[in-house]
């Protein structure tokens, strides 16, 4: 897809006015902070001891699950761009989807060192200059003329994906008391869900009647509004001491954290390793027709969302069935996808893909409620590692599913995969 001058020339306006913006934004936010940063940590004091939380704390959740879902579509929009991103800058899909794979290596890198150099930063603050930064790579990604260009912006926003992450799970964990974890949990992985069902596929929409620079514009200006709801709506919460390497260092010595870090790395690179391939898949393995597919896509993120409504009500209390059982049903759906004749059958394949999208978003809950359940304190170095190893995994499993289709074909891979989930979920059976 060529580009008209025109198109750029609006672009830089955009960007010109969205960056005056986004500057005097964060000056307005650092103010407020500093003037009222007294009074809400009494309020945050009141919180921790309570056993009820207010609506406005919920509503604050409610933020970060859509800060989760800005961040997201941010992240794998460019999963369903990849064919005119490839065509525009002449070229492979597979050398296109670094701006995935090496988005989410990048992520995960920052994740540890951030753990480690920013303990000390206000929170509040801190979300909405990442969501600036975030906002400004896409509008760099945008205006890119050459490949280059739009990987080191991709790059950019991974710093700040990096820092969102680490820090998103132990400020909920502020937010709310430690019983309703679960439910806040849940809230913030359903924008997760959301930009799977919402973001990816309105992104590659955008991109089929005006180019994927407009979806990229449509990213920036989603992360600037989501700065300015957390601005208005995110308490101020304490920042945590300063970590070292030694603050992560001990969190590696808890075997139970360890296992569940083992558990992320093997399911979450085998989903992603067949998640990606998803659609070829689905056209060429299952033989179905484009307009099908996009349907049956938008039902495996309806399932998560569906997912996410279970472990808000369950996970609290059913913990560690509720994964063992997910990880199961993951494992399950990807041999049938791979193995059962249902070639052209539209009915048992939206079956399979609700179970293995349902069982996912409970996946991401879990070992994210488990995670922060078992660190207490140590949250924050707990919450970095796993974000390093999650977005490790997500770049691992897109490689690793390319690698093994060359060799085994896609149903080979799904089976494979299917094999690591089932692994992960006899691990989870076993810890205490």
């Known amino acids: 897809m060529l580009c008209s001058p025109s198109i750029f020339t609006d672009c830089r306006a955009s960007s010109a006015f969205m960056l005056r913006t986004a500057c005097a934004f964060i000056h307005f936010v650092i103010r407020t902070h500093v003037h009222k940063k007294s009074t809400h940590v009494n309020r945050h004091a009141h919180l921790t001891d309570s056993t009820a939380v207010s609506w406005s704390r919920w509503l604050a959740?409610?933020?970060?699950?859509?800060?989760?879902?800005?961040?997201?579509?941010?992240?794998?929009?460019?999963?369903?761009?990849?064919?005119?991103?490839?065509?525009?800058?002449?070229?492979?899909?597979?050398?296109?989807?670094?701006?995935?794979?090496?988005?989410?290596?990048?992520?995960?890198?920052?994740?540890?060192?951030?753990?480690?150099?920013?303990?000390?930063?206000?929170?509040?603050?801190?979300?909405?200059?990442?969501m600036v930064i975030l906002a400004l790579s896409s509008l760099t990604a945008a205006q890119g003329s050459q490949f280059i260009t739009l990987l080191m912006a991709r790059m950019v926003g991974a710093l700040a994906h990096g820092v969102f992450w680490t820090i998103i799970g132990a400020t909920a964990a502020q937010l709310v008391p430690a019983r309703r974890l679960g439910l806040a949990s849940s809230i913030i992985f359903g924008g997760v869900s959301a930009a799977s069902v919402v973001g990816i596929p309105?992104?590659?929409?955008?991109?089929?009647?005006?180019?994927?620079?407009?979806?990229?514009?449509?990213?920036?200006?989603?992360?600037?509004?989501?700065?300015?709801?957390?601005?208005?709506?995110?308490?101020?919460?304490?920042?945590?001491?300063?970590?070292?390497?030694?603050?992560?260092?001990?969190?590696?010595?808890?075997?139970?954290?360890?296992?569940?870090?083992?558990?992320?790395?093997?399911?979450?690179?085998?989903?992603?390793?067949?998640?990606?391939?998803?659609?070829?898949?689905?056209?060429?393995?299952?033989?179905?027709?484009?307009?099908?597919?996009?349907?049956?896509?938008?039902?495996?993120?309806?399932?998560?969302?569906?997912?996410?409504?279970?472990?808000?009500?369950l996970m609290d209390r059913y913990l560690k069935r509720l994964v063992t059982?997910?990880?199961?049903?993951?494992?399950?759906?990807?041999?049938?996808?791979?193995?059962?004749?249902?070639?052209?059958?539209?009915?048992?394949?939206?079956?399979?893909?609700?179970?293995?999208?349902?069982?996912?978003?409970?996946?991401f809950v879990g070992l994210q409620t488990w995670v922060l359940r078992l660190a207490g304190d140590a949250a924050m170095p707990a919450s970095a590692l796993h974000v390093a190893i999650f977005n490790a995994a997500i770049g691992a499993g897109a490689l690793l599913g390319g690698i093994v289709i060359t060799g085994f074909g896609i149903a080979g891979m799904m089976v494979i995969m299917a094999v690591v989930v089932m692994l992960s979920a006899l691990c989870v059976m076993r810890l205490k």
């Open 325 to 363: 059982l997910a990880l199961a049903v993951i494992a399950l759906c990807l041999i049938a996808l791979s193995a059962l004749p249902i070639r052209g059958m539209i009915m048992p394949l939206a079956l399979l893909l609700v179970g293995w999208g349902m069982g996912i978003a409970i996946v």
């Open 61 to 130: 959740v409610i933020a970060l699950g859509i800060s989760a879902f800005a961040i997201v579509t941010t992240e794998l929009a460019p999963i369903g761009l990849l064919s005119p991103l490839a065509a525009d800058f002449g070229q492979t899909e597979a050398r296109a989807g670094l701006i995935v794979t090496a988005y989410a290596w990048v992520a995960a890198i920052i994740a540890l060192l951030s753990a480690t150099c920013l303990g000390r930063l206000p929170r509040k603050p801190l979300l909405v200059v990442l």
């Open 202 to 313: 309105l992104a590659n929409l955008l991109t089929q009647f005006s180019g994927w620079r407009t979806a990229f514009m449509a990213i920036a200006a989603l992360s600037l509004l989501t700065a300015l709801i957390i601005a208005f709506t995110v308490p101020h919460v304490p920042p945590a001491p300063s970590l070292g390497i030694k603050a992560l260092l001990q969190v590696l010595r808890h075997r139970t954290l360890v296992a569940l870090y083992a558990v992320t790395a093997g399911a979450i690179t085998a989903h992603f390793a067949a998640f990606t391939y998803i659609e070829p898949a689905l056209s060429q393995l299952l033989n179905m027709p484009p307009t099908t597919v996009s349907g049956l896509l938008l039902i495996f993120g309806l399932a998560g969302i569906a997912g996410n409504v279970i472990s808000g009500r």
